[in-house]
């Protein structure tokens, strides 16, 4: 290609193509009547009078970039060099020069594939460098005004609040108190909450049923700045199990973008079914457990005699469990804690397929929190305890034929869960005690990513007990 007497503009246009051309933003100027390679500029179209600073208008100009004016060195420019610039946006936020966005490879990619016979870019010096600084260029603009700043991601504070929980709650396993395990678990959640750096509402509490402490419903938590939360708090989930010193005991918190998390009024129950990745979308609890035994075991490529079903072990559920047993799929009775029996169908390591039965509609919202981190399902029917607590939940619009999805328990695709041992069980270890430490660990998790992390940490108890203000 003779580029010889040829403007940077028609340089450009030819190397870039016709189809590279409608790729380019709006704001994006290629001058057809400049010869300095360094007048492309960004920004929308502007007089005469904002070209140049005053002075020599050829040698020394200043370009307003989105947020940023550059000031533009043409002789500095073109022996390779950056210009200088005067930014007024955080500089950390912009890509370095050089960096190659994946938006803009295919950009690049063609205005490489034109440059074509005579390799016109050592003649205009439009090495590979500068080139992707010229792409980089090019979008600045955009970069500059289209740049978001992400949202604050909660989840490694959330774990604070449930390690601090644990640890307040581990000192009452096996001395049979419910009552006291649960009271100091929810004082230590509470004063971390608090830190925090959310506004938040307690929409589902926990309490109210077992008459015990509790952060109530409808209490504000967090340090009151953005962002604007719902919170779904369990101290304990495994009250029981705690004063008894039974596996499984866990601290639970999960938080949603306000307005998203299922409210479920007076219906402390709710009938149950979930599921993890594998399975999700095969479900149906209007159908009988049967069929959705052979749902899953065909989802996930299994005979129904391989799967095992976790369900609580209560009065209510035995026709439940001799109907699964009938199936041939095995049954594993838990005393208490169905959060964990929800979570447990997501985590390869416990062991369990599916979750069947009645269990506490708060402790089902929770679960869909972590399941929609997780990729698994759950879907519920609300099952009032009696006509006084069913006609007041229709008094106050409840449609309790309708299936509650996860979506529906949990909207939208930014939600968090953490959760940390009380007591060693099938997904968690619990607390462990020694000179003057104690070790925890946790789950913590995130919808929008789908990462689920496993944190083990080591507490010095002096040091965190004056930090925290908690006594542990």
């Known amino acids: 290609m003779n580029t010889r007497g040829r403007t940077l503009g028609a340089v450009v246009r030819q190397l870039l193509g016709s189809v590279a051309q409608q790729r380019l933003p709006p704001y994006v100027a290629i001058p057809p009547d400049v010869h300095d390679r360094t007048a492309v500029r960004c920004g929308p179209p502007r007089s005469a009078a904002h070209t ?89 603009g955009a970069m500059i005004a289209n740049s978001q700043k992400p949202d604050r991601n909660l989840a490694m504070e959330l774990v604070r609040v449930t390690e601090s929980a644990a640890l307040a ?60 939360t719902d919170v779904a708090v369990d101290p304990i989930d495994g009250t ?18 306000r307005g998203t998390m299922f409210n479920p009024g007076p219906c402390v129950y709710m009938h149950k079914i979930a599921v993890g990745p594998e399975a999700a979308g095969s479900i149906d609890i209007t159908a009988t457990p049967t069929q959705n035994l052979r749902w899953i075991a065909k989802a996930k490529g299994e005979s129904v005699r ?5 369900i609580l072990d209560r009065d209510r559920h035995t026709d439940l469990i001799a109907e699964v047993r009938s199936t041939g799929a095995r049954v594993k009775l838990i005393t208490d804690g169905d959060i964990f029996g929800a979570i447990a169908t997501s985590w390869p390591e416990a062991g369990v397929d599916v979750l069947f039965g009645i269990g506490g509609t708060p402790e089902g919202v929770t679960a869909a929190a972590a399941l929609k981190c997780m990729g698994g399902e759950i879907q519920g029917l609300l099952a009032p305890r009696n006509d006084q ?34 007591t060693d069980g099938e997904l968690l270890k619990g607390v462990r005690y020694l000179h003057g430490a104690a070790n925890t660990q946790s789950l913590v998790m995130r919808s929008r990513s789908g990462t689920v992390r496993m944190i083990d940490a080591r507490h010095r108890i002096d040091k965190l007990a004056a930090f925290a203000s908690v006594e542990y």
């Not at 002075?55 to 950056?82: C, K, N, P, Y």
């Open 306 to 310: 391989d799967l095992t079903v976790v």
């Open 389 to 422: 607590e069913r006609d007041e939940a229709i008094a106050l619009g409840y449609d309790l034929s309708q299936v509650l999805t996860t979506d529906i328990l949990v909207k939208g695709d930014n939600c968090f869960f953490a959760a940390t041992g009380v």
């Open 169 to 228: 709650a581990s000192r009452w396993v096996g001395r049979g108190d419910k009552n006291g395990a649960d009271g100091a678990a929810v004082d230590a959640m509470r004063t971390v909450l608090q830190t925090v750096p959310m506004d938040g509402i307690v929409v589902i509490g926990e309490g109210e049923k077992d008459e015990a402490p509790m952060l109530y419903n409808g209490e504000r938590v967090g340090d009151g700045t953005a962002p604007l």
């Open 240 to 257: 029981t199990l705690t004063a008894l010193g039974r596996a499984n005991a866990i601290a639970v918190i999960a938080v949603s973008e």
């Open 52 to 140: 140049s600073s005053g002075t020599d208008a050829g040698s020394r100009g200043q370009f307003r970039i989105g947020g940023a004016v550059e000031v533009v060195d043409h002789e500095h420019r073109l022996a390779g060099r950056r210009p200088h610039v005067r930014q007024r946006v955080d500089a950390r936020q912009q890509p370095w020069f050089g960096e190659i966005t994946s938006a803009d490879a295919a950009l690049l990619s063609d205005f490489q594939s034109h440059a074509g016979h005579g390799n016109p870019r050592q003649q205009y010096g439009l090495g590979p460098s500068l080139l992707a600084g010229a792409v980089h260029e090019l979008r600045c």
